[in-house]
């Protein structure tokens, strides 16, 4: 069980306190979704969606780089 869930509304990681998805946990996530890739992306999109309703003043962009940006 990893500490590096998001520490809700402000989506901060509950283990570094870095912004969520932290390093840490993006290295998790790439060993659990391990050859499903499409998987890992729905799962982050959905987390995108969650994260915009509680983060309204951080840009668009800048979000999906965060959830989104690192799975390239």
């Known amino acids: ?6 520490v809700l509304p402000i ?5 570094c306190d870095a912004p969520w998805p932290c390093r840490t ?6 060993a659990e979704f391990d050859n ?3 998987s890992l992306a729905l799962y982050l999109g959905a987390q995108l969606a969650r994260a915009s309703e ?10 999906h780089r965060r959830f ?3 799975l390239r």
């Open 1 to 6: 069980m990893t500490t590096h869930v998001p």
């Open 11 to 15: 989506w901060s990681c509950g283990g």
């Open 25 to 30: 946990r993006q290295r998790e996530l790439r």
């Open 36 to 38: 499903a890739p499409i």
């Open 54 to 63: 509680d983060l309204t003043w951080v840009p668009a962009g800048a979000l």
């Open 68 to 70: 989104l940006g690192w």
